[in-house]
């Protein structure tokens, strides 16, 4: 058996960069991205 691979994907970092285009004034200053994962999986 291989060893396991691991992955990090970050959305959160992909999001900023997709806002920052349309919002020239986030460009130098720090972003933070809240989420509330209660909602995952349909659970309401």
């Given at each position: 058996?291989g060893?396991?691979?691991?992955?990090?994907?970050?959305?959160?970092?992909f999001?900023?960069?997709?806002e920052?285009?349309?919002?020239?004034?986030?460009?130098?200053?720090?972003?933070?991205?809240?989420?509330?994962?209660?909602?995952?999986?349909?659970?309401?």
């Amino acid at each position: 058996m291989g060893k396991p691979l691991y992955a990090l994907v970050d959305c959160n970092n992909f999001y900023v960069s997709c806002e920052r285009l349309f919002r020239p004034d986030l460009r130098q200053r720090p972003v933070v991205v809240l989420s509330n994962n209660d909602l995952r999986g349909g659970n309401r």
